[in-house]
Nanobody, 119 residues
Framework: VQLQASGGGLVQAGGSLRLSCAASGTWLRLNAMSWYRQAPGNQRELVATITSDGSAVYADSAKGRFTVSRDNAKNTIYLQMNSLKPEDTAVYYC??????????????WGQGTQLTVSS
């Protein structure tokens, strides 16, 4: 599984941005996909996860402001981020878990996309 993230950039506080992450490769089933972020000096943290059937969970910092969605036909997940704050500044990574074969599973990471929120 290969992941390609896109959509990062520079935005003012209070603004919005949407990230995308497209999966490619081969698998029997693409399971949960997630967005993580890592700010300088901090550990990577989970932002949101969405299962293959569309169920989503969010970190407390994302609840009410971020929405994760998924287009299974395009093997793509999105992260709509509203009411952005300077503390949302980080590199955002997508993650996917897949059943590769009947007996193996795989976890993949995208290359990361930078979000900078100016105050």
């Amino acid at each position: 599984v290969q992941l390609q993230a896109s959509g990062g950039g520079l935005v003012q506080a209070g603004g919005s941005l949407r990230l995308s992450c497209a999966a490619s490769g081969t698998w029997l089933r693409l399971n949960a996909m997630s967005w993580y972020r890592q700010a300088p000096g901090n550990q990577r943290e989970l932002v949101a996860t969405i299962t293959s059937d569309g169920s989503a969970v969010y970190a407390d910092s994302a609840k009410g402001r971020f929405t994760v969605s998924r287009d299974n036909a395009k093997n793509t997940i999105y992260l709509q981020m509203n009411s952005l704050k300077p503390e949302d500044t980080a590199v955002y990574y997508c993650n996917a878990n897949a059943r590769s074969t009947a007996y193996t599973f795989a976890t993949a990471w995208g290359q990361g996309t930078q979000l900078t929120v100016s105050s």
